[in-house]
């Protein structure tokens, strides 16, 4: 029922910044919410997750210090805050949700609820 759309992806040099916004077209508030990345030839790596009521978060140890996820459950909307980028950081980046926790997110890769993608470059 639900579906994620993303939204903010573009290209960027490295160390500069970067807001990814997902918008969820029905009512999310009681779903984690977090993203994943896949780059070319690679598997899909964990990204970054919240729990519903923002009390928990959970990043990928290669974004961490870097990134920061937080939503607005009245607006149906997480984002995914990118600062000092790095070259490494393009890939195609996907939004999802679970109506389950994070674990969903940080064991496994199967959350629920997918978006489509969007891609980031960064250049150097």
């Known amino acids: 029922q639900v579906r994620l759309v993303e939204s903010g992806g573009g290209l960027v040099q490295a160390g500069g910044s970067l807001r990814l916004s997902c918008v969820a077209s029905?009512?999310?508030?009681?779903?984690?919410m977090g993203w994943f990345r896949q780059s070319a030839g690679k598997e899909r790596d964990f990204v970054a997750a919240?729990?519903?009521?923002?009390?928990?978060?959970s990043y990928g140890s290669s974004v961490k210090g870097r990134f920061t996820i937080s939503r607005d459950n009245a607006k149906n909307t997480a984002y995914l805050q990118m600062d000092n980028l790095l070259p490494e950081d393009t890939a195609v980046y996907y939004c999802?949700?679970?109506?389950?926790?994070?674990?969903?997110?940080?064991?496994?890769?199967?959350?629920?609820?997918w978006g489509q993608g969007i891609l980031v470059t960064v250049s150097s």
């Open positions: 999802a949700a679970d109506p389950s926790s994070i674990v969903a997110f940080t064991t496994g890769r199967n959350p629920e609820l």
């Open positions: 029905g009512r999310v508030s009681s779903y984690a």
């Open positions: 919240i729990s519903w009521n923002s009390d928990s978060r």
